[in-house]
Structure formats: structure tokens, C-alpha cells
């Protein structure tokens, strides 16, 4: 019995121990280098300055090299491409600093953000290269190391031990046998963003690039962020243009259309973006819903939704709820997209036909 027992034991252990490894903490220096350039190129994104001492340093360090021509660089593709937020997560990962150089990583450009479709990545590297080593960004990393491993264990202790991820594949109907890479970008602030790579002959791993912030005693509370973990990790599942790419433009149109100025204030000007986002949103109330959330929780995250002008939010969550009750006709949230286009053409439909009655 007692053999039994142990034997159980050590299982149970190892379980959680595979687990644990399966979400991976980090601070990246190939992120950090992408977002420090951002901010020293006056992307407001990435100027938030709620790091505390970090982005004081950040600043006093690289503060000489706003005229560097890397520095000229992004700004240009930032106007010529829109290359801002989640583009900039998305280069980010896809990079590599090694042995005094940037490189581009042996990736699958399909899984770059779009707005890098007609950027030159040989010359992009090259001004990089040249921020890289002008400013000795490996020195500033290196003097801060202290600081990122600090962070990066009290995110540990403090948030993976009731992190789901189990929910993700039993949720979304797909299991995906990589690590999560959760990734804190130190000069993010508010911006959190969820970009997928795909390396040459590997499978697909999500990450979620979030923000970091301190308090008035310059203390780190990565509390803060859980939310944006749960939210996050959604977007590695969604990606309606793959399935319907048709449908999606056309659904993510005609919602942009509904909700224009609230969320270009929010740097949505996409239809797909805003369609996979609202999916992304609706998701993590039913993740709220599965894990005990009270009642009063979940209804200020919908009203917190639909005051951001995710106006079909109910719509979206009792459509979720719908395909959790018909998991065995649903295997995928892949195979129930199909019907939340109906229900959201129908919401569409229903919103027109009420504008419309107004003005008649």
C-alpha cells in the first residue's frame, strides 16, 4: 500500500512539475532591444513610463541616440507601414541577439505580423545591427540582469500557481505541445500584446509579450497582469482568417464600421484584428465563468467590454456558452466559427436595420 502510494505520489508530482515547465517566464534581450528602440523613436506605446527607475535608466542610457538612423528608421516604417504595438511584439520574437548580432530567426514569415510584408528585413536588420552595437545595448542588458530576475521570480511565485492552461486545449479543442512563453517586456507598460512564431520544421508556440509596472514604492505587482495572461494566451488559439479569410474581412468591417472612432482610439482599425479580438475578450469571461469568478466580477468585465464599444459582447459570450453545451456536435471552437458569424451578421443586421428605422 505504501509502495502504492509513493508511486502515486511521485506521479502526481511529476505531472505538476511538466506543467509548471510548460509556461515559460522570461525577460528576452531580443524584446527588450525591439521595445527600447520603439521608445527611443517616440512610439507613445512604449512610453508609458510605468517602469519606475527601469525606464529612467532606459532613458538616460539611450536618451543621446534619438537622431541614430535606426532611430529615423522606425519612424518611417511606423508611417509608411504602421508598424507600432503588437507589430513590434511580433518582429520582436522572431529575433535572435547572439555573439554580438541580431538575426532573424529561421522562421515562417506566414505567422509575421502582415504590416512586415513589404519591409526590407535585410535592411531593417541592418539598421537594427547598427542600434544594436552603437549604443552597446548588451552592456545595458547585462547591468540590469539583477532587476530582470527578480521580476521574473516573484511573476513565478506570485501568478503560475493557479494558472490554467489546461482550460486552453480543453476549451479551444486542440492540444498544442509546446511551451507557453510568457514574456515581460520592461518598457510595455499598459501594452500587452500575443503574437505566435513558428520556427522552420517546428510547431507553433504562443507567447504573451505583457507589461510591466511598479508602484509608488517601485515594487512590481505582477497581480497586475494576470488578467492580461488569461486574455493573452486566447489570441495563440484565434485567428479567424485562416478558416473563412472572406467572412472574416467582411464580419470585421462591418463591426469596425459600428464602433469606428471608439476603437481607433484603441489603435483598432482592422476588422479582422477587432473580430478576433472580440472573440479573444468573450473567451476570457467564459474562462472567468469556469473558475469561480463571482457574479460581480464577471458583470464589470462585461460591462468593462462593452464600454470599450465591444458592443456585441453578450452576443459573443452567450454564443461561447452555447458551443460549451454542444461540445460533442463542436469538437473545436475551429468547427463552431461558422455559427458565431451567423449570430454576429445577425447582430449586424439587427443594428443596421435599427439605425436605419430611426432615420426612415
Not at 505583457?210 to 512590481?220: D, P, Q, R, S, T
Not at 460591462?303 to 456558452?321: G, N, S
Amino acid at each position: 500500500m505504501k509502495k502504492i502510494f509513493c508511486t502515486t505520489f511521485l506521479l502526481l508530482l511529476q505531472l505538476s512539475l511538466l506543467a509548471k515547465e510548460a509556461i515559460s517566464i522570461s525577460v528576452e534581450e531580443n524584446v527588450e532591444l525591439m521595445n527600447i528602440l520603439a521608445r527611443t523613436s517616440g512610439f507613445r506605446e512604449y512610453n508609458m513610463d510605468q517602469g519606475g527607475q527601469y525606464c529612467i535608466d532606459v532613458d538616460k542610457w539611450f536618451g543621446q541616440y534619438t537622431n541614430h538612423p535606426a532611430v529615423a528608421y522606425m519612424q518611417q516604417l511606423r508611417k509608411d507601414y504602421g508598424i507600432s504595438y503588437d507589430a513590434v511584439a511580433s518582429m520582436s520574437i522572431s529575433l535572435e541577439c547572439a555573439h554580438g548580432k541580431v538575426s532573424l530567426l529561421p522562421i515562417e514569415k506566414n505567422l509575421l505580423d502582415k504590416r512586415w510584408e513589404n519591409v526590407s528585413l535585410d535592411t531593417f536588420l541592418v539598421k537594427l545591427n547598427s542600434f544594436y552595437n552603437d549604443t552597446q545595448f548588451h552592456d545595458f542588458y547585462l547591468r540590469h540582469m539583477d532587476l530582470y530576475n527578480r521580476t521574473v521570480d516573484k511573476f513565478k511565485k506570485d501568478i503560475l500557481a493557479d494558472f490554467d492552461k489546461a482550460w486552453y486545449d480543453r476549451f479551444y479543442g486542440k492540444k498544442i505541445k509546446t511551451t507557453f512563453h510568457v514574456i515581460i517586456g520592461m518598457t510595455n507598460g499598459g501594452g500587452n500584446y500575443g503574437p505566435t512564431r513558428q520556427l522552420k520544421g517546428e510547431q507553433e508556440e504562443p507567447f504573451a509579450v505583457i507589461g510591466y509596472a511598479v508602484n509608488k514604492e517601485g515594487e512590481f505587482n505582477p497581480a497586475w497582469f494576470k488578467p492580461t495572461l488569461i486574455h493573452e494566451f486566447n489570441h495563440s488559439f484565434i485567428n479567424c482568417s485562416k478558416l473563412d479569410s472572406v467572412k472574416t474581412r467582411h464580419i470585421g468591417h462591418e463591426l469596425l464600421n459600428l464602433s469606428y472612432r471608439a476603437m481607433a482610439n484603441q489603435a483598432y482599425t482592422n476588422g479582422e484584428t477587432i473580430l478576433n479580438e472580440s472573440i479573444v475578450r468573450a473567451a476570457v469571461i467564459l474562462y472567468m465563468m469556469q473558475h469561480n469568478a463571482d457574479k460581480k466580477a464577471l458583470a464589470d468585465e462585461m460591462r468593462e467590454q462593452i464600454q470599450r464599444d465591444f458592443k456585441w459582447m453578450p452576443e459573443l459570450v452567450m454564443a461561447l456558452r452555447s458551443y460549451e453545451r454542444q461540445r460533442k456536435q463542436y469538437k473545436t471552437l475551429d468547427d463552431f466559427v461558422p455559427k458565431m458569424f451567423e449570430i454576429l451578421q445577425n447582430y449586424i443586421d439587427k443594428e443596421k436595420s435599427r439605425i436605419q428605422q430611426a432615420l426612415d
